[in-house]
């Protein structure tokens, strides 16, 4: 065999690309001409005639031998008319995408999350790349893909509502990087927004929330004031699906079947007639049965899925559900990461969610590597877990036969990257080892100081906060917030004799006050830990340069610092009851300011993490919310200082503050102007500190 000589790409690069350009081809030259343009300096152009062509972009041919696969791609090179030309050849429209993109990761450098990592692209005067065939390795799991959910920053950064494709193109692009081809654009969002339509025209194969069956618009926002009952109207619902699948059949769909209530609850909260589990499993038999026979009417062999969430779980593993042949059954982690049934309020039954050997037919996972649940996720934060646990937890359920479908619940994308890559190896290798892919991982997005890097990656996951005896019960941000505001309102409604149910998952059923005391123990070593941690980040970043600097801060020490800020702030929170309690209310007004100013802390790197184009990406950080925590505990401090300061907010200065040799002789006419919460706050906490040596 002939041996060819390297090609090299220079200057101006010619593209021919030998097929009809459909929607994804023309998004994907279009990303390939950007992306050469960005490291060589030239804008390409695409030409008539394959002859000029360096990159021939084509599907294959029978000669080609590319793997006879669906999203098959393969590299082949050849020498005419004294120049070398690369062909990337596709068994289908999406092997065509997948081979263009890999082709400028593998040659140019451009990283999946190059968007979201703010990579630095390096700029060249050529490109050589060696003449060695290549062919796409078979991905692990067939349908693979992201649920952008709980994606209120993305709904935030810019004007537009619904997201624009100025937000949506990112996204998507950043997924087929990593190989998915499968998308839920979203939650409950306007339908006259792009979203789906967009999707679909970049290649990907969309599905639908498990509470929007079919992707239908939801029934009492189509008939405000109706009952929302199959039972009783049947038709109205057969409605909204027939309607959805009109609108889609023309798309690649992984038709989600089920029937949940509205607002994404169990449908008997709607119609309570059904009061046991044989009527629940029969409806629902029924409603799915209904739903498949309307699409194969519609479509030709559809893909349909059902999502085993919830009470639909329940009612499956109880034998009360019979799905249609074929349907895929898709299982739930408990949105910690660990593949057994979530907790519900105080309920945390963990039952097992993964198929019996004795079930057959088709299986996938829906996986959280964040979530939103009003106790203790992660939401603004990197997944707690370590990598390891990930692995573990993914490896062992393809080991269960349910590697069909991975629908990755990816949030909002920007602060879960390290574990969204940690997906990407899994779904499409079926397995990872954790080290090598941490330091490619490091190497691909970081020019220098790799090695102090890898050890920030690895040992953010040993500073987490432990608040249960399982190893998936790790804190994450949501943690420090939602507790809290929940003791703040209890407290200042003047309601804490009793426990507070919604604190009992994370305490206990314990009078109210050891409940508030049972999160101060967890949190003074989460202190200590995340302060540990954070010391060691703040002397890499200061060996960085200025980009790997950027970088590391947006994806490493912004966590770090909401944990920290979080954990402090809920400290002194609890610290402030405790004081309050035993009437110290000076004191306990030095410890809620001090909650206030580390809450602050929080906030301030949501802002000074809004740089250049991420400017107001966290404006709408409505689900973990902080700036919601730090304005509930600004009310607490005022609460707390009308305790012994009011009316005139002058006797703690007077009793704590002013010279002893001024009490007695100063006029109240020239000595009324009131400290501010936090100038007084600032000097009793000095007061306090050097009188009675107490750590205020």
């Known amino acids: 065999m002939t041996q060819i000589d390297p090609l090299k790409l220079e200057g101006i690069v010619c593209i021919y690309a030998a097929i009809e350009l459909h929607s994804p081809l023309q998004y994907t030259l279009s990303i390939l001409q950007r992306d050469l343009e960005k490291v060589l300096d030239t804008k390409p152009v695409t030409v008539a005639s394959s002859d000029e062509a360096r990159l021939i972009i084509r599907l294959a041919e029978e000669q080609d031998n590319c793997p006879n696969r669906p999203e098959a791609f393969s590299y082949r090179f050849s020498k005419v008319n004294n120049h070398v030309q690369m062909m990337i050849i596709g068994r ?81 692009e950043a997924l087929l990087r990593c190989g998915g081809n499968m998308i839920i654009p979203g939650t409950d969002l306007p339908r006259d927004g792009v979203h789906y339509k967009l999707a679909a025209e970049m290649g990907l194969w969309v599905t639908h929330h498990h509470a929007e069956p079919l992707g239908a618009e939801m029934f009492l926002r189509a008939f405000p004031g109706r009952m929302a009952s199959y039972q009783q109207e049947p038709e109205l619902f057969e409605s909204l699906w027939h309607e959805a699948i009109e609108e889609q059949k023309e798309w690649k769909v992984l038709w989600v079947l089920s029937f949940r209530g509205q607002g994404d609850a169990p449908f008997w909260m709607n119609d309570p007639s059904f009061d046991t589990s044989e009527k629940r499993g029969a409806m629902i038999s029924k409603v799915i049965k209904r739903q498949y026979d309307m699409i194969s009417g519609k479509v030709a062999n559809p893909v349909c899925c059902v999502a085993l969430y919830g009470e639909i779980s329940e009612l499956y593993k109880g034998g009360y559900i019979e799905l249609p042949k074929g349907v895929i059954k898709i299982w739930a982690d408990n949105g910690y990461g660990k593949m057994v049934s979530r907790r519900h309020n105080n309920l945390n039954y963990r039952v097992h969610s993964l198929p019996s050997t004795d079930d057959d037919g088709k299986h996938g996972v829906y996986y959280h590597i964040t979530f939103h649940d009003l106790q203790a996720s992660n939401h603004l934060t990197l997944f707690p877990g370590s990598a390891a646990f990930l692995k573990q937890e993914m490896e062992s359920a393809f080991a269960a036969r349910a590697s069909e479908y991975v629908l990755v619940n990816s949030g909002n994308i920007r602060p879960h990257i390290y574990s969204l890559d940690i997906m990407r190896e899994l779904w499409l290798a079926g397995e990872i080892e954790v080290e090598r892919h941490l330091e490619r991982f490091v190497n691909s997005y970081y020019s220098e100081q790799h090695e102090d890097l890898v050890d920030l990656y690895r040992s953010y996951a040993e500073s987490a906060t432990p608040y249960g005896p399982n190893e998936d019960d790790l804190a994450g941000d949501e943690y420090y917030h939602h507790p809290a505001r929940q003791i703040i309102g209890r407290w200042l409604q003047g309601n804490d004799a009793d426990p507070d149910p919604r604190l009992i998952w994370a305490t206990g059923e314990v009078p109210f006050a050891d409940q508030v005391r049972g999160f101060e123990k967890r949190l003074e070593p989460a202190i200590g830990k995340w302060s540990k941690w954070l010391n060691l980040c703040d002397s890499v970043l200061f060996k960085l340069g200025a980009d790997d600097r950027r970088r590391a801060i947006d994806q490493l020490r912004f966590h770090g610092e909401l944990h920290l800020s979080g954990s402090e702030g809920f400290y002194w929170l609890c610290r402030a009851y405790r004081e309050f309690g035993a009437k110290r209310y000076p004191q306990a007004f030095v410890c809620a300011s001090e909650s206030l100013w580390c809450y602050s802390r929080g906030l301030a790197a949501l802002r000074e993490s809004e740089h250049g184009k991420w400017k107001n990406f966290y404006q709408a950080d409505w689900l973990t919310n902080i700036s919601s925590t730090v304005q509930n505990v600004d009310t607490l401090r005022r609460y707390i200082r009308m305790h012994g300061d009011s009316p005139d907010f002058f006797l703690w200065y007077k009793e704590y503050l002013m010279p002893e040799t001024e009490k007695h002789i100063y006029l109240e006419n020239t000595h009324r102007n009131p400290l501010s919460d936090d100038e007084l706050a600032n000097q009793l906490k000095q007061y306090f500190s050097i009188a009675s040596n107490h750590d205020l």
């Open 92 to 172: 289908d429209e999406l092997g065509m995408v997948y081979g263009i993109l890999e082709f400028t990761r593998r040659f140019l450098d451009i990283q999946p999350f190059w968007f979201w990592m703010d990579q630095t692209i390096e700029r060249r005067s050529e490109i050589l790349i060696s003449c060695d065939s290549y062919d796409s390795p078979e991905a692990k799991v067939r349908f693979r893909g992201w649920f952008v959910n709980d994606e209120v920053c993305l709904i935030g950064w810019k004007k537009p509502y619904p997201p624009s494709r100025e937000v949506w193109e990112p996204v998507f």
